[in-house]
């Protein structure tokens, strides 16, 4: 059965669940193992929805609203490029010292101020036009895109159609080999953390 979701509920949803990985890797301080798991699956989140945006929202965006459109997905781009570029400075620090906290917070107010914008301005502007229906489709090509989606962040690649689709797909099973040898969360770390 497909899903009901619009797309401004799909991602808002994922924009709850980076605020919800970031507090729990706040929550796990002292217990650096919790956190570097924490730190990935925040890191995995961010790198999917930000592909996801870049292949099916501002697209969208730039066809239905015209140039303003253009001008809000260049803005969200950018916005992206900076957040991407800073994951991937994350990646090569040690989740827990004081200088990934430091970087981590400013990166996560620079994200919630993002986000904030695409849940006030641009979702409202857009959901109009795609009606009811093309919505819920959007939406449901945003969640299958994230599932093909790399899944680690990488700056140098182009973050506009088509060439983000293609490189993007080209890198995601390098990404999701690399997964294989990180940690993320376990069943038992999410059921404690919602408790």
């Known amino acids: 059965m497909?899903?009901?979701?619009?797309?401004?509920?799909?991602?808002?949803?994922?924009?709850?669940?980076?605020?919800?990985?970031?507090?729990?890797?706040?929550?796990?301080a002292g217990d650096s193992d919790a956190q570097a798991r924490w730190a990935n699956q925040l890191r995995w989140e961010i790198a999917r929805h930000a592909v996801g945006e870049e292949i099916v929202v501002y697209p969208l965006m730039e066809k239905h609203l015209g140039a303003e459109g253009r001008k809000l997905a260049d803005h969200d781009r950018e916005e992206h490029q900076?957040?991407?570029e800073t994951l991937s400075k994350l990646e090569s620090m040690t989740p827990g010292t004081d200088e990934y906290d430091k970087v981590i917070e400013r990166m996560m107010v620079t994200l919630h101020q993002h986000n904030d914008d695409e849940e006030i301005k641009d979702l409202p502007l857009l959901e109009p036009h795609l009606g009811e229906d093309g919505s819920q489709h959007a939406a449901s090509q945003f969640s299958l895109t994230k599932k093909?989606?790399?899944?680690?962040?990488?700056?140098?690649?182009?973050?506009?159609?088509?060439?983000?689709t293609l490189a993007g797909f080209l890198v995601a099973p390098i990404d999701k080999l690399k997964d294989e040898f990180a940690k993320f969360p376990t069943k038992e770390m999410e059921e404690a953390a919602e408790s």
Do not use: C, G, W
């Not at 991602?11 to 507090?23: A, S």
């Not at 093909?148 to 983000?164: D, G, I």
């Open 148 to 164: 093909f989606a790399p899944t680690r962040t990488h700056p140098s690649l182009p973050n506009k159609p088509p060439f983000e």
């Open 82 to 84: 900076r957040v991407k």
């Open 2 to 28: 497909a899903s009901k979701q619009t797309l401004t509920s799909a991602i808002k949803e994922d924009h709850e669940e980076m605020y919800e990985y970031h507090d729990y890797y706040k929550k796990s």
